[in-house]
């Protein structure tokens, strides 16, 4: 079964925050990605987190609490470019495992 | 700036043929993986490569093999190419745990 668990889709207006859930499974966990994917293009990287906290890169952020088996993305003055759909990722030994991604609308 | 490539964009095949869909990355990566994407499930992971000639099965590696003779280059084979096998096939590759670089896909269908 899926080990990720991500709403499916999430619709805020620009200049809003929104954030976006990630469950994961617990054995063998190494740390939990997020990726950017528009229509008809290639996943993109955007966050990594291995330790319980917040990263920050500019508009976006990304939190982990490793006692929930819980993350989230965090996104800030939405734009409307920011309209894409976002996977959160973890290893399981070799293994790379997208949750099935939740699909952002950013509407004016 | 790094790349993975996948040698086509788009792809349309007959049902039964052998498929090839070819990835190179330019990274020196030792980690490299299959992923089919369909709507409403997110991309599913088919096979994946530690090393060269290592190779372990995904989620979904029913109906597919794949090659890794050369650390650069991993290959997904599609047996004998079936209607269900119709989606969009992404590449990465990655070094790590943190960020894993993808291709920009192929798009197969199957008639």
Redesign the interface.
Known sequence: GQSLEQP?EVTAVEGAIVQINCTYQTSGF??L?W?QQHDG?????LS?N?LDGLEETGRFSSFLSRSDSYGYLLLQELQMKDSASY?C?E?LG????????TELSVKP | DVKVTQSSRYLVKRTGEKVFLECVQDMDHENMFWYRQDPGLGLRLIYFSYDVKMKEKGDIPEGYSVSREKKERFSLILESASTNQTSMYLCASTSGDTEAFFGQGTRLTVV
């Open positions: 499916s190494y740390g990605s990726y293009g290639a996943p993109t990287f990594y291995a996977f990722l290893r070799g293994k790379l495992i997208f949750g099935q991604g």
